[in-house]
Nanobody, 128 residues
Framework: QVQLMESGGGSVQAGGSLRLSCVGT????????MAWFRQAPGKEREEVAT???????NYTDAVKGRFTVSKDNAKHTLYLQMNSLKPEDTAIYYC??????????????????????RGQGTQVSVSP
């Protein structure tokens, strides 16, 4: 079992920055794929940024150029650097992890949207 705990959320004004951290009890093959999701009141959960242990990253269009996801396996920590924050970034942010799945087509482990492990979340509030 992998347990994840987020921190770093808070309240900032538009244009500000925050860095979220997600510490795991262990980082190994079970956490090959990791991601940040967010959910705002009344909205569906949204995948914000993903990263795998091969260094591949992906971002939703709404945060490209503003957010950066990174991972330090030695410290068992996933990060999300958020710059130029906007009020629409207000949400609870969750980190998730999964071992991924082998793709015969890609001939490598690929990540998918069904993550097995999830943290409790951290609130990010951005005021105008």
């Amino acid at each position: 079992q992998v347990q994840l705990m987020e921190s770093g959320g808070g309240s900032v004004q538009a244009g500000g920055s925050l860095r979220l951290s997600c510490v795991g009890t262990e980082f190994n093959y079970l956490t090959f794929c990791m991601a940040w999701f967010r959910q705002a009141p009344g909205k569906e959960r949204e995948e914000v940024a993903t990263i795998d242990d091969d260094g591949r990253t992906n971002y939703t269009d709404a945060v490209k150029g503003r957010f950066t996801v990174s991972k330090d396996n030695a410290k068992h920590t996933l990060y999300l650097q958020m710059n130029s924050l906007k009020p629409e970034d207000t949400a609870i942010y969750y980190c998730v992890a999964d071992r991924g799945m082998w793709s015969e087509v890609a001939r490598r482990t690929v990540c998918h949207s069904n993550y097995h492990y999830r943290g409790q979340g951290t609130q990010v509030s951005v005021s105008p």
